[in-house]
């Protein structure tokens, strides 16, 4: 079954880290674009980071500096570390894969307390 299990997130304080985990079964990464994308409450869904399959990365500005996308080509897994957090990072993250068609993790939430 081609899937994207997602792992990490929580609540933590203004400042703080979390590091995101975003595993496939099914499909190799490193062979395609991979993506995080994060929604608010009441907001559209954001690109925040992607990585090709040559390593290339490349950051949303509000992002910029904070958050590093990076992927493991041993676990098949890619990871969002995300570092000096502030509240408006507040939202539920997804990570994407794109072979012939968009393959969603089940989303993590993420709180950031002021």
């Known amino acids: 079954q081609v899937r994207l299990v997602q792992s990490g997130g929580g609540l933590v304080q203004a400042g703080g880290s979390l590091r995101l985990s975003c595993e496939a079964n099914?499909?190799?990464?490193?062979?395609?674009?991979m993506t995080w994308h994060r929604q608010a409450p009441g907001k559209q869904r954001e690109l925040v980071a992607s990585?090709?399959?040559?390593?290339?990365?490349n950051y949303a500005d509000s992002v910029k500096g904070r958050f590093t996308i990076s992927r493991d080509n041993a676990k098949n897994t890619v990871y969002l570390q995300m570092n000096s957090l502030k509240p408006e990072d507040t939202a539920v993250y997804y990570c994407?894969?794109?072979?012939?068609?968009?393959?969603w993790g089940q989303g993590t939430q993420v709180t950031v307390s002021s």
């Open positions: 994407m894969i794109r072979p012939s068609f968009e393959l």
């Open positions: 099914g499909i190799i990464v490193r062979t395609y674009l």
């Open positions: 990585i090709t399959s040559g390593g290339s990365t």
